[in-house]
């Protein structure tokens, strides 16, 4: 079936005024067939049309509603999809309102056939939103949807809401950073381009189903894709992903899987740690398994101006922004509880070929705006008229299904270098990397480990590598000395070897040090610290 007959089918349904378990399953005649492969096609021929994006034009009291008034809108569980059978699955539905303000094309998916899912604004309970649902249009449509297990019919384990944005949890139970179906033009001068999923179709999942399955349509001014999510549930849940993507103009630069995140700060910076909460963030680092099979790890920062870094590989085995540290005493928060924040790792299936992670740190005054950005772009620019396919894994939880085999870098720490004690005769910066796990369980006392320092500009002094006990691991200690004036971002490397082998994976940074009067004032306050010590 083509698409204007499809849409004709869909806008013939009328399934108001129904009661809850029976209104979804109510329509006439037989439900429009559907596979992935008619949706890649409707894909392609939507990208060889002009772009027109969706109306976004909501009533004004939608419109209007300020954060408290569109959390008070709550679906009615007894309305949810599905909530009459004995299945492992229910969706329950967004409002639209605030920020959500275009409507998507939900749609059920039995037997080979896609029903239309109709608004209802007895689906909702107004609360104290303000609104009264009787006079609101009938068929205002759905903002997104949400995914309930069995396990727990009170808490989502998926939902996608907003643009192309979606995001699930593990076997804690707690949302964090989200990920998206496709980034353009990301990180850039110019405004970033935000595709947005058009449309959804959802299989009803039988009795004893492991999965759920879920389609998408994405459009934006530069590309239209067809997707299609398995998503299992568990301890770590995992996404199968695939997409395939129909470039209607050049992209300059594509991002694929891309993850979003918040980093505020951690004891690796401390820039905007004006809260008395030690740490916030949703993710501390981004890992990297390159195709050569070696481990990365890039702590995150809260920069005072935009940074933008790639890290250029062939046929990545994977990548993934981590939510590593994992105490309730490194954040004291008992509301979010940030310790408990899913990880999320992306494992292609197939080979991606030439290209790089990007990642994409901006500055946040607080835990409200996510200001990390990490995906895969493509060396070669899509072009239009062209396919793209790209097939892979998500994992969301605490536990990842790879890591490195080699130590890990669990804390890094930084500050004014020197020695203590002694009078500071020039600035320098040091930086304190710990390292923990791997082999190091194996090595004897005399193990002659030595730290494996390289820096993009400056030079390394007093390094040293030590047991550290309460980690059962060791610390890498040097100080990085300026050579010049400059305050351009320096790129840092560290790793630990034995008999000139790795012992760990290799930590990554980078530092804006500060200019020539900052540093002056750095070694001044410091003077006058020790005066009064002493």
Known sequence: MRRREFLTAWAALGLTGMAPARAWAAAAGSPPAFDYAWLKGEARTLAAQPYRPAPAHLPAALENLDWDQYQALRFRPDHALWA???????????????????????????????????????????????????????????????????????????????????????????????????????????????PVFRAFWIERPATDADRLTVYALLDSPSVAGAYRFDIFPGATLRMEVDCALYPRLPIERLGVAPLTSMFQHGENDIRMARDWRPEIHDSDGLSLWTGAGEWLWRPLANPAQVRFNAYLDENPRGFGLLQRDRAFDHYQDDGVFYEKRPSLWIEPKAGWGRGSVHLLELPTPDETMDNIVAYWNPERKPQPGEEWLFSYRMHWGSRMPYESPLAQVAATRNGLGGVIGRPRTHFSWRFVVDFAGGPFGMLGEEAAIEPVISVSRGEIEIPSVRPLRPLAGYRAIFDWRPTDDGTAPVDLRVYLRLNGRPLSETWLYQWTPPGPEERRALLARAAYADELAA
């Open 84 to 194: 009459e059978s004995d299945g492992p699955f229910r969706l329950q539905f967004f409002h639209l309102g605030l920020h959500y303000r275009t409507p998507v094309q939900i749609h059920e998916l039995n037997a080979g056939g896609a029903r239309p899912l109709a608004y209802q604004a007895d689906m909702f309970d107004y609360g104290r939103s303000g609104l009264r649902g009787a006079r609101l249009p009938a068929d205002l449509g759905f903002a997104g949807f949400r995914v309930q297990y069995h396990t727990d019919w009170q808490r989502d384990i998926v939902a996608f809401l907003g643009a192309s944005y979606f995001r699930a949890v593990g076997a804690e139970m707690q949302y964090g950073l989200s990920a998206r179906g496709l980034a353009v033009d990301c990180g850039m001068e110019r405004p970033e381009e935000f």
